[in-house]
């Protein structure tokens, strides 16, 4: 009887064990093929501006290989921070998964995102950050390195006594600040020639108004930094009309259609581009990973790279300067 009773027991904990692995490898399936639902809050949606156009372009495809239902939505202007703290006041509402946002302000929407992780909803912020560290994941340029290697490159262009102006994107956001600090940092003791720093509103109209006023207020300007796309196109087109090309020498940040024929046209000198088509993807790739409980990199950096003249043409800056759909290198 004894020996029976022994060999009862042994059955039972094989069947004990083989039911755990078979609800562990269901739980597991189950997971696998949950469908996470997303929503992306980028600075704003908008055709004409092909750094958001690249970042969206990459969110979709994320979503598109992992099973992420993403819904995106933004306000009218990336100075709107209200609009974007009401668009992510509705998204908490919502209980999605995730949500995914590039705030618009350093400080103004960091009490509205802790909302986001009081509510248990996973926080995700790609291109820019807040003031305090509340994120479950960032997908962003270095923007201070990559300000800084704009200013070294910059910087051999001028002289002690030359006269610089920078046009920056929208006061008081991460990049606008980072951007600045590092093209300071990379200009060195050439610094001290930034005569004045602007604003557009990351708006290549009022850049470019704005440009001709620093042009009639510094007649003897030497150089133009634009810290974002519409900034930099803005000022290279009012060089150009007023055939200050050989004058005024322009440097700038992320990359178009526009700014690689200003550059073809010698306008530009050089420009640093992000990766706009990465963060997107890795946005929302990096939070899939997450919520399916695999490790990735809490603050992952995304990249970027100098484009000049000189190596404009080189296959992998065009690969980063046409970022097909798929091309994710």
């Known amino acids: 009887m004894k020996k029976r009773s022994g060999k009862r027991w042994i059955f039972f904990v094989i069947l004990a ?42 969110a979709n495809m994320g979503a598109k290989e992992g099973n992420v239902e993403l819904e995106i939505e933004a306000g009218p202007s990336e100075e709107d921070w209200q609009s974007q703290n009401e668009l992510i006041e509705k998204a908490i509402a919502e209980k999605p998964d995730a949500i995914i946002v590039a705030p618009c302000s350093y400080t103004e929407s960091t009490e ?32 201070i390195a990559a300000g800084r290697q704009l200013g070294e490159f910059a910087a051999g262009y001028l002289t002690q006594d030359s006269k610089v102006a920078l046009i920056e994107h929208v006061k008081g956001s991460s990049t ?25 509103g990351s708006s290549e109209e009022r850049a470019y108004e704005l440009t001709k006023e620093l042009i009639f207020k510094y007649p003897d300007l030497d150089m133009i930094i634009g810290l974002n796309e519409p900034s930099a196109v803005g000022a290279a087109n009012a060089i150009k009309n007023l055939n200050l090309t050989s004058k005024i020498n322009a440097v700038g940040f992320d990359s178009s259609l526009n700014e690689i024929r200003l550059m073809e ?14 963060m997107g993807y890795l946005g929302v790739q990096q939070t899939w990973m997450h919520l399916r409980g695999e490790k990735v990199e809490k603050n992952l950096e995304s990249g970027s790279e100098l484009v000049t003249p000189e190596n404009l043409y080189s296959e992998e800056n065009q690969k980063l300067l046409f970022p097909f759909t798929g091309n994710k290198n």
């Open 176 to 200: 606008a600040m980072d951007r600045e600090t590092g093209v300071r940092e990379g200009l060195g003791d050439k610094a001290g020639c930034i005569k004045e720093t602007i604003y557009s």
């Open 112 to 143: 509205v995102l802790k909302k986001v992780k009081d509510a248990g909803i996973c926080l995700t912020l790609v291109d820019s950050v807040v003031n305090e560290d509340i994120q479950d994941l960032s997908v962003a340029t270095d923007n």
């Open 265 to 278: 046209d010698g306008i530009f000198s050089g420009i640093v581009i992000q990766k706009p088509y990465n």
């Open 17 to 58: 064990v083989s039911s755990a692995a078979v609800l562990l490898a269901l739980s597991a399936s189950a997971k696998n093929d949950k469908v996470y639902h997303m929503v992306f809050i980028p600075k704003i949606i908008d055709e004409n501006n092909d750094f958001w156009v690249s970042v969206i372009e990459g």
